[in-house]
């Protein structure tokens, strides 16, 4: 897929507002993410094949949600 308008023959739409959707593209159709969010970046360590890198990144109502849980800690 090289652009966002091939993302509707798919039917992704619909996927958008049901609950978990995992991209692994996600810069081709970040225009059509929902404003309410939670993104998740998974990244592999280059020295160790088995160590991971895990940012969250909220929007919206998410936001919140994610303040309120480190206020917890």
């Known amino acids: 897929m090289n652009k966002s308008s091939e993302v509707w023959e798919l039917g992704i739409e619909d996927a958008l507002d049901q609950g978990i959707l995992i991209i692994e593209w996600p810069e081709i159709i970040k ?3 929902p ?3 939670l993104e998740v970046d998974l ?7 088995n160590g991971r890198i895990i940012t969250f990144k909220s929007f919206g109502i998410w936001k919140n949600r ?4 480190d206020k917890k800690k």
């Open 31 to 33: 225009n059509l993410f």
């Open 35 to 37: 404003k309410n969010r």
């Open 43 to 49: 990244k592999i360590l280059s020295n160790d094949i």
């Open 66 to 69: 994610i303040i309120s849980y």
